[in-house]
């Protein structure tokens, strides 16, 4: 995403109707996905995935990306914002504890502590949600359109357990064919 910008810079400008496509939604999944692991995540069991090269990478990848394009197109300062708020960062608090019953409800071993783990993803998200929301913003973008589940946690809360989902067939009818030889 980052490389598409660089080279085609007046991508940034071309907004699509639906959010998932703006580097600010992607780079949401990205990086509160990494928060999570990072944060809620056991780490006896799954301490190899917190330290892996992939979770570091996808960290990296999407911080450079949404500060390059906030230095580059947004006003100066942007990439560096100030402090949240105490409403935010208890919205963020709300988004943990959500996202760590989902986890639990899936069957993985989450943080003993979960206040330690708290505080963590709040310290993670304060490092990239106020450049993420200035790139919704730019574009005209709500926050509840480019982050659903952290502006309302709640709502995630709805819906079958992880384990029923997972445990769904992923083709009921069967596989389906693939295209021919390419001769």
Do not use: C, N
């Not at 007046?10 to 580097?23: E, G, I, M, N, Q």
């Not at 990086?31 to 992939?54: K, N, T």
């Not at 574009?139 to 709502?155: M, S, V, W």
């Amino acid at each position: 995403m980052k490389e598409t910008h660089h080279f085609y810079p007046v991508l940034f400008y071309f907004r699509f109707p639906v959010t998932y496509y703006s580097a600010s939604s992607i780079s949401t999944v990205s990086l509160d996905a990494v928060s999570l692991i990072r944060s809620a995540l056991d780490e006896r069991e799954y301490g190899w995935l917190q330290e892996s090269g992939a979770v570091a990478e996808l960290w990296a990848a999407s911080r450079l990306a949404i500060t390059s394009l906030a230095a580059t197109f947004l006003s100066e300062g942007a990439a560096h914002p100030g402090p949240p708020s105490a409403e935010v960062e208890e919205r963020w608090h709300r988004r943990y504890r959500v996202a760590l019953r989902r986890l639990q409800q899936a069957g993985i071993r989450t943080v003993a502590d979960e206040q330690a783990g708290a505080r963590h993803y709040v310290a993670l998200r304060a490092q990239w949600d106020g450049v993420v929301g200035q790139l919704a913003s730019a574009l005209a973008y709500t926050r509840e359109e480019i982050d659903p589940a952290g502006t309302h946690p709640e709502r995630m809360v709805k819906g079958p357990p992880p384990t029923t989902e997972l445990a769904r067939e992923p083709f009921p009818e069967g596989p389906q064919e693939g295209p021919g030889p390419l001769h």
